[in-house]
């Protein structure tokens, strides 16, 4: 059944598999297809024009975005016309503009003034030209996938498509689907603010700022850290043992790894205490119960002590590289 909204898209869509997904997509008639474009472009200027709130407010829901519509109307029907860049009609007569404003605006008496108007829609006219200039509506859902999907927050989602693209972008393939699944990880860690677009030509820049190291060498330095061993790393990644050896070198790749291992052995130290009370706990009663052979209660002391020598080898930091 053909949809004729984006409620009724995400109720035709819900539970479908990646596979079955993809296979809904590919056959969209012309309408349906204009549906989804005009949702994303909308949740793009959603996203941007209110990249300083906190989407407290945020709702999708229809009946409530035609309320708010009407409301978000008349509020700026009684703003004094002299305060305003725009025109009142050029505003109050584009249901678009008011849509993407009903997104985020509940209450308008605290949420819209009209210079809170004004940079709203300043930068939905700058959203306007980013999506009209060269980086065109094309290149943007080839970045975000044929879907743009939030959650309830309106926080961005890293899905497959965002995560593609970067790995592309950086030379890397990740074929295995726990390691995509890793490699999303990483990238939401890098993410500063999922209310904002996620530009792929600045993951760079944030890695840098956040990690000291390039997107690239924090993907290799987090797999590094499961794996411990540099050729299934490399292989994972479809890098060269050669670069891999380079950046390993580098001092900078070198304090990143050492501050990680400290910060994972932290956490490891906090989960191990927690663990360590608890069998130990439970190993005290089993010694102290008269229904267990004595033999039973040497092999479970046995087991215990060395299940916790195990892990307190494996706490020990990667002093030397393995390939």
């Not at 092999?299 to 494996?314: P, S």
């Amino acid at each position: 059944m053909a949809f004729k909204s984006m409620q009724e898209f995400k109720e035709q869509t819900k539970g479908l598999n990646e596979k079955q997904l993809k296979e809904f997509l590919d056959n969209l008639s012309d309408e349906e297809q204009a549906i989804i474009d005009r949702a994303i472009d909308i949740q793009h200027r959603v996203n941007y024009i209110f990249r300083d709130d906190d989407y407290t407010d945020y709702t999708e829901d229809e009946n409530e975005l035609n309320e708010r519509m009407e409301t978000i109307k008349n509020a700026i029907n009684n703003l004094n016309k002299e305060d305003l860049y725009y025109t009142k009609d050029s505003l109050t007569e584009n249901r678009y503009i008011l849509r993407v404003l009903a997104h985020c605006i509940k209450d308008t008496e605290r949420d819209l003034d009209a210079d809170r108007l004004n940079t709203l829609i300043d930068r939905y006219n700058e959203m306007n030209d980013f999506i009209n200039s060269d980086k065109n509506h094309d290149e943007i859902l080839g970045f975000y996938g044929d879907i743009v999907y939030k959650d309830d927050n309106g926080f961005y989602k890293v899905n497959d498509a965002i995560a593609n693209k970067i790995l592309r972008d950086n030379d890397l393939n990740v074929t295995d689907k726990d390691d995509l699944e890793d490699v999303k990880d990483a990238i939401g860690l890098t993410w500063e603010n999922k209310k904002e677009i996620l530009d792929p030509n600045e993951i760079n820049d944030i890695s840098e700022k956040q990690n000291g190291i390039n997107f690239k060498q924090f993907i290799f330095c987090e797999e590094y850290l499961k794996r411990g061993k540099i050729k299934p790393t490399c292989e994972h990644l479809g890098i060269s043992r050669n670069t891999a050896y380079l950046w390993l070198d580098d001092t900078k790749v070198q304090e990143y790894l050492k501050k990680r291992q400290d910060e994972i052995k932290r956490e490891t130290d906090d989960t191990f205490i927690q663990t360590y009370r608890a069998s130990f706990n439970q190993l005290n009663k089993m010694i102290n119960s008269k229904g267990i052979d004595t033999t039973d209660k040497i092999k479970a002391i046995d087991v215990f002590l060395k299940h916790y020598e195990n892990i307190e080898r494996l706490k020990q930091p990667l002093t030397t590289y393995e390939d």
